[in-house]
């Protein structure tokens, strides 16, 4: 499709800015997807890099490929993050956690120097909020947190599931998806999510992503940086 011809654009073209000797951050989706194939190549041919995955699928994909990794614990910072998003808006705020890994990528990209966001134009937006915002929570007594989410004014909540039973993030969290049409100060609402108790992270990235490559249906592509 036209949309995962521009995936692979935009994945390709991060691959070019990885420089030998550096450690990254590896995301997590579909997007990514064709960045890891492409990073994977350039490592057959030689490269020498270290990476830090975002989630359990990209760590089995990148050990499938050959790619190695290393314990974020084990680095003092990391040079570049590439990761996709749900939504991108002028900024270079983003939504993410569509892929249900938000709680690790969020570490990874806050341990990093750059965060490049790859995405096809259909993730550009001029304001967030149409993406349903993930928020991760801890499961015990998840019912109250949702409560407190519930007065930030988002118009629906949703417990997310996967193949009909309750979906647990790779840290043992559940995952609520907050409606909120359109969000107007995305740093406050951020800061407002995490102080509610039971909160464990939510899918607001702000001032964290450093460049974005944006690739459209007609082969284009935009980088816009901050
Ligand atoms: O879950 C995530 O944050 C993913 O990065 C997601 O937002 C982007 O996934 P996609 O590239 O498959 O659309």
Excluded at 17 to 37: A, K, N, R
Excluded at 60 to 86: F, H, R, S
Excluded at 141 to 146: P, S
Excluded at 176 to 197: G, R
């Amino acid at each position: 499709s036209d949309q995962n011809i521009a995936k692979k654009k935009a994945g390709e073209y991060a691959a070019t800015l990885i420089e030998p000797g550096m450690t990254i951050g590896i995301g997590t989706g579909s997007t990514v997807y064709f960045f890891i194939q492409a990073l994977a190549k350039k490592i057959q041919e030689g490269l020498i890099i270290k990476g830090v995955p975002t989630s359990k699928q990209t760590q089995e994909l990148a050990t499938e490929l050959n790619i190695p990794l290393v314990d974020l614990n084990n680095v003092d910072q990391l040079d570049i993050t590439v990761d996709g998003a749900d939504e991108i808006d002028p900024q270079l705020q983003l939504i993410k956690g569509g892929g249900g890994a938000l709680l690790q990528e969020k570490i990874v990209a806050a341990a990093s120097k750059r965060m490049i966001v790859i995405a096809d134009e259909s993730k550009y937006v001029q304001t967030l909020g149409k993406f349903p915002l993930p928020v991760e929570v801890i499961d015990f007594g998840w019912k109250h947190t949702m409560k407190h989410l519930q007065q930030l004014g988002c118009e629906r909540i949703v417990l997310r599931k996967k193949d009909d039973k309750i979906f647990v993030s790779d840290h043992g969290h559940y995952i609520l998806d907050c409606y909120f049409q359109q969000i107007k100060d995305a740093a406050q609402l951020h800061h407002q999510i995490n102080n509610i108790a039971g909160v464990a992270e939510n899918g607001l990235f702000i001032n964290i992503a450093t460049s974005a490559v944006i690739a459209y249906k007609d082969g284009s592509i935009k980088e816009i940086n901050k």
